[in-house]
């Protein structure tokens, strides 16, 4: 049994994401993810599993997958005050290790800093060589600003990789486990009163 709740994606899906983003993405015109087409679709994965753990634990919420205007988040989930999420998923054929790096672009760092919309994040592992999307884990952004460091783009991460970017990253490790107490932990860690 996995430590991390897992989404088994069929062939047939993944086709249909596929196909939904590529149409997305034209009506969209995004001509600069062009190139980073597969990384779309694979996002869609990592939130289709947040949102089927939401769903199992009876949290409620709105998905924004289809609000142009939000692209700082990916989910509101409501109590007495809502929490934004955004979900961040890398693809990978390799399961994931606590000490694995959990990365958010610096551009996309940047205009969350900016903007200061969203409150967690949710880390995703989608595996190409299984098709499961793997919930690593959460932190809130604030707390995330506390833990990350830059990593540039070309530095060398081992003998088989560099960074492809620049982006901000923590460690799984860093992260808090999706458990029914999500909430809760969540109240605890940033001093706010949520209900859920």
């Avoid at 069929?10 to 087409?37: E, G, M, P, Q």
């Avoid at 289709?48 to 949290?59: N, V």
């Avoid at 996309?108 to 994040?121: F, V």
Wanted: charged share 30%.
């Amino acid at each position: 049994m996995s430590e991390f709740y897992t989404v088994k994606f069929s062939n047939r899906s993944i086709d249909h994401i596929k196909d939904v983003t590529d149409k997305k993405n034209k009506a969209l015109n995004y001509n600069n993810w062009n190139k980073r087409f597969d990384t779309r679709w694979v996002g869609t994965c990592g939130e289709l599993a947040f949102k089927r753990w939401l769903d199992r634990k009876e949290i409620v919420y709105d998905y924004h997958a289809d609000d142009v205007g939000i692209d700082e988040f990916d989910f509101t989930l409501y109590g007495k005050l809502p929490i934004t999420v955004d979900v961040k998923t890398v693809s990978t054929k390799y399961y994931p290790k606590r000490n694995y790096a959990c990365n958010v672009d610096v551009k996309q760092y940047n205009k969350l800093m900016r903007k200061g919309t969203t409150d967690l994040l949710v880390f995703s592992r989608f595996m190409t060589n299984t098709n499961e999307a793997l919930l690593v884990g959460w932190i809130a952004f604030k707390e995330f600003i506390n833990v990350c460091v830059l990593e540039k783009k070309g530095t060398v991460l081992n003998s088989k990789m560099t960074a492809s970017t620049d982006s901000y990253k923590c460690k799984i490790s860093d992260l808090h486990r999706l458990s029914s107490t999500f909430v809760s932990d969540y109240k605890t860690e940033i001093g706010k009163v949520y209900s859920i």
